[in-house]
């Protein structure tokens, strides 16, 4: 509670509880869709953000996207091929690659999906996937014993692979100590923390853990309609937005088809993932603070530079602005963007050969090949264990050659 009330006290008001302009490098309204539009038609944020002509220059190739969820299924026609070993913290029947509910594999897609079988494709399907496991929601409820320090030990291990950017789609009213030194040993190893915000925006609008982690990059969703939903919380832990809403999401953990309906927060988490996995991927010889350095530049907004929205953080996600026009600030290599403080050791561990050591460091622990391995720390207690989907409450209009785009944050678990 205490990093979330820090992390508000550092933010600007810049909008108005009611309306905000910003603008997209490329807008996505008044285009048809098919009548009977299949899983990737209904993908609206990938003409949004000019992915086609993104995937031209980089797909995210090289770089690896740890993905701390319900699992993540990696024999999805989409994910063949996709997915390295990680690690189960659930220590439950069963491994990383059994996905209890289907949304850690829904997340994953967005991030790196290849599409193939008409699956959801992933804005970056050159990355490769880190799954790792951990109890939310119903698993969460039928399993508290294994609750205790799942979290923890997860981003900890993803501390130590060979990932460079760590997706959360999930999140908690309670932060724990535990939690956070996890949370501050990942950024000291170079990687880049996103998180969902969370969903209770029209109820208590507490802020959500991990994401009011200053560590943390706090991703709020939006949509096509330029409507920002009151659900979406806002509790001065927003640090960007990104599509989320009306994407589609796997139903259910048979895997058979997928759901309409909006994925919120969870969805916009992975989606700003894969948005610097391509940055990354450009730029390999940034580090995190350079790469997070640039989505903040770079991200749609019409208020000064430098100055946050409760509701949009810096702005609307646009990694198009500097894969395709070269522009962004990378800054400082040292200096957190979110902190503004110099982070020990990230200007090396990001690099492959940090990474390697990583893992070579995973495998003397009795891991094989890209498996992490996991520390003895502590899980907090989650809300309703997932509380990774929103839509927040100010309209934002996304204008651009005259025509309006819309962000939003609305509710919907994926």
Known sequence: MTAGMGRAQRRVRVLGALAVAASWSVVFVGVAQPAAADTQAKQWHLSAMQAEDMWKVTTGEGVKVAVIDSGVNSSTPSLRGQVLEGLDATEAAGDETDDYDGHGTTMAELIAGTGEGGGLKGLAPGAKIIPMRIALGEFEKQKPSITIQDTANAIRAAADSEARIISMSFGSFYSSPEQHEAIKYAESKGKLLFAAVGNEGNKD????????????????????????????????????????????????????????????????????????????????????????????????????????????????????????????????????????????????????????????????????????????????????GQLGLILGVAAVVVVLGGVAYAVVRRRKAA
């Not at 009306?246 to 994925?263: A, L, R």
């Not at 907004?301 to 946050?308: A, I, L, N, S």
């Open 205 to 384: 609008n507490k802020p959500g853990y991990p994401a009011a982690y200053p560590e943390v990059v706090g991703v709020a969703s939006a949509d096509r309609n330029g409507k920002v939903s009151d659900t979406s919380q806002h509790a001065g832990t927003v640090d960007v937005a990104s599509p989320g809403n009306d994407v589609p999401y796997w139903c259910d953990n048979s895997f058979k088809s997928y759901c309409d309906g909006d994925g919120g927060t969870s969805a916009a988490t992975a989606i700003a993932s894969a948005s610097a996995a391509l940055v990354w991927s450009l730029h390999p010889d940034w580090t995190a603070n350079q790469v997070l350095n640039v989505l903040f530049d770079t991200a749609g907004r019409d208020w000064k530079k430098g100055e946050t929205s409760d509701y949009l953080g810096h702005g609307l996600i646009r990694p198009s602005m500097n894969v395709l026009k070269g522009k962004g600030d990378p800054g400082a290599p040292d200096i957190s963007p979110l902190t503004k403080e110099r982070t020990t050791g990230a200007a090396e561990s990001s690099k492959p050969e940090a990474a390697a050591s990583a893992s070579a460091q995973a495998a003397k622990n009795g891991a094989e090949g890209e498996k992490t391995v996991a520390a003895e720390e502590t899980k907090s207690s989650g809300d309703k």
